[in-house]
T-cell receptor, first 114, second 112 residues
Framework: DARVTQTPRHKVTEMGQEVTMRCQPI?????VFWYRQTMMQGLELLAYFRNRAPLDDSGMPKDRFSAEMPDATLATLKIQPSEPRDSAVYFCASGLAGQGVTQYFGPGTRLLVL | SQQGEEDPQALSIQEGENATMNCSYKTSINNLQWYRQNSGRGLVHLILIRSNEREKHSGRLRVTLDTSKKSSSLLITASRAADTASYFCATEGRSSASKIIFGSGTRLSIRP
């Protein structure tokens, strides 16, 4: 049963530290999304990739966030330096571009920045 | 900017009753999707309806789309306790190359 995997599942860190979140999309999917979910803001699209190329990262604070796909099996989201307001659940989702991208979500990384 | 807005924000019904959730959006779309999220989990895709479709069924789910009113509804018939979750609509705009924007969600509670 193919699934999107994310690591770590939980992360507690101190303000100013670097945080790296990883995502393994479903094999064969060519579109990868990063979302952030908080109670206040809901589900926000941070960035997404098609065939490993960034299509849109306008939802991401550029000064501290970066997203990459080193290869087709790995997507990373980095925060450097982290701040308490970055505390949220970060979801990765993958899909196959075509007539509507059905997204398959990972379990999320719950991040707490103290 | 948020594309889809669900209504109501929260809904509590008795098990066995039908639940209806609505979604309104602002710009032209290629398709609209509904997702479910159980507490502490990732979202799960339920159904996709294309802009040229008006109604779609999947098991106990029925989705309608009215592009003239820029709105969609999700009906869950014969609700069960396991349907307790948050439900989100998500729209893919015509000019946004797969960019999908989620609404704020409806929190559905099913009372036993």
């Amino acid at each position: 049963d193919a699934r999107v995997t994310q690591t770590p599942r939980h992360k507690v860190t101190e303000m100013g530290q670097e945080v790296t979140m990883r995502c393994q999309p479903i094999l064969g999917h060519n579109t990868v999304f990063w979302y952030r979910q908080t109670m206040m803001q809901g589900l926000e699209l941070l960035a997404y990739f098609r065939n490993r190329a960034p299509l849109d990262d306008s939802g991401m604070p550029k000064d501290r966030f970066s997203a990459e796909m080193p290869d087709a099996t790995l997507a990373t989201l980095k925060i450097q330096p982290s701040e308490p307001r970055d505390s949220a659940v970060y979801f990765c989702a993958s899909g196959l571009a075509g007539q509507g991208v059905t997204q398959y979500f990972g379990p999320g990384t719950r991040l707490l920045v103290l | 900017s948020q594309q889809g807005e669900e209504d109501p924000q929260a809904l509590s019904i008795q098990e066995g009753e039908n639940a209806t959730m609505n979604c309104s959006y602002k710009t032209s779309i290629n398709n609209l999707q509904w997702y479910r999220q159980n507490s502490g989990r990732g979202l799960v895709h339920l159904i996709l309806i294309r802009s040229n479709e008006r109604e779609k069924h999947s098991g106990r789910l029925r989705v309608t789309l009215d592009t003239s009113k820029k709105s969609s509804s999700l009906l869950i018939t014969a609700s069960r306790a396991a349907d307790t979750a948050s439900y989100f609509c998500a729209t893919e705009g015509r000019s946004s190359a797969s960019k999908i924007i989620f609404g704020s969600g409806t929190r559905l509670s099913i009372r036993p």
